[in-house]
């Protein structure tokens, strides 16, 4: 009875090890939205992913508009391609020799319901473990990145769908900093909040920390024993199965689709647009308010930047709710209190109070 028990103990810890070629942008996210469905209804096992992608593309979070974000002129000329993430945070540019690596499990594997801070220190146990295998000294920095000697090397976000739950994160292996600059609009907030005058004093990737390029197979190889290290896993190579093949196929063309890339646009209509920015430890976000001149209420809203929210749609359905509210500072602050209280909203790293700041400076520039 023991040795049984222990053999279904063992199983139940082997994850699928899923190493795909190099994708479109895309396909990325067609796979990621595949892998989290199926995992989702219970139907593939607990899974390791490493992705890469070609050509190169800018993704931007959920939340962010296309236009503040990309210069796509730029990316258009350079032959960049342009998508969405499913999840949260902010833009980022990736050409082919940045590795991506992903985990989707289910959510009572780390027996936490809601995602947290904790959650996502624990998530990039691996990561830092290889990249000190690899020689180079990494640690986490709130609310979820890793660095090296306070320089971000690895930047990481998380989503869930049922009882599934997927962290992705990408490995700065080579960084081309001039074409990153030529296709974000890097957030001056950004830059101010740090003191610094360069992006190479903000970001570094392993080429520059250990003066050569490692190969692919070796940060893969190191990856995996982190992974099954901290996790007290065991990685077993395997494929997508028949009916994941199929449902991707069928994903492709939406992610592809301008309905996709561009859900999240602004349409100005009236010149009363006000705007405001705050940058917190827990993100940066941005509201973006279209006035009715006449009636002084909220022809539009837009609620934007590089946070992470649970519900994922939580800022699109507070979008509706507070659309032809009239722009009063005391109303608009009691709705959006109640929202976060009866759909339990939780931004990683901020209050409430600190996601009413950019409201205010927008109300303030009526």
Not at 107 to 125: E, I
Not at 173 to 190: A, N, Q, T
Not at 246 to 269: C, G, M, P, T
Request: with cysteine; hydrophobic share 40%; glycine share 8%.
């Amino acid at each position: 009875m023991r040795n049984k028990i222990f053999v279904r103990r063992q199983i139940m810890k082997a994850w699928r090890l899923l190493d795909t070629p190099p994708m479109s942008g895309a396909e990325n996210m067609a796979l990621d939205d595949t892998l989290l469905a199926v995992k989702g209804r219970g139907e593939s096992p607990n899974t390791i992913h490493f992705l890469q992608f070609s050509p190169p593309v800018v993704l931007v979070g959920f939340h962010q508009s296309i236009e503040e974000e990309v210069d796509a002129v730029y990316c258009k000329n350079k032959g960049i391609d342009i998508n969405r993430r499913p999840s949260g945070g902010g833009a980022i540019y990736l050409d082919e020799s940045q590795i991506g690596w992903e985990i989707i499990c289910d959510r009572d594997f780390f027996d936490v319901k809601v995602p947290n801070a904790g959650l996502y220190k624990r998530l990039c146990g691996p990561a830092i473990s290889a990249f000190n295998e690899l020689g180079v000294k990494a640690d986490f920095r709130p609310r979820n990145d890793i660095e090296v000697k306070g320089r971000k090397i690895s930047g990481t976000g998380g989503i869930d769908s049922g009882d599934a739950f997927m962290f992705h994160g990408t490995i700065l292996v080579d960084f081309d900093v001039d074409r990153m600059m030529g296709s974000l609009k890097i957030p001056v907030e950004k830059l101010r909040a740090k003191e610094v005058d360069s992006v190479r004093e903000r970001v570094t990737c392993l080429k520059w920390e250990l003066g050569h390029t490692p190969a692919t197979q070796e940060i893969k190889e190191a990856m995996v024993r982190g992974f099954e290290k901290t996790f007290d896993i065991t990685l077993e190579p395997g494929g997508l199965a028949s009916f994941e093949k199929a449902l991707f196929r069928e994903k492709v063309d939406f992610y592809r689709s301008s309905e996709w890339i561009n859900h999240v646009r602004h349409q100005f209509e009236k010149k009363e647009v006000h705007q405001g920015i705050y940058k917190a430890k827990g993100g940066m976000v941005r509201f973006t308010l279209i006035i009715n001149p006449a009636q002084k209420r909220i022809k539009d809203i837009y609620i934007t930047g590089d946070f992470f929210v649970t519900p994922r749609r939580a800022m699109l359905d507070l979008e509706a709710k507070l659309k032809g509210l009239p722009a009063d500072r005391r109303s608009l602050h009691a709705t959006i209190r109640k929202f976060f209280e009866e759909n339990r909203v939780s931004i990683v790293g901020m209050e409430c109070d600190e996601f009413l700041i950019p409201l205010d400076k927008a109300l303030d520039k009526m």
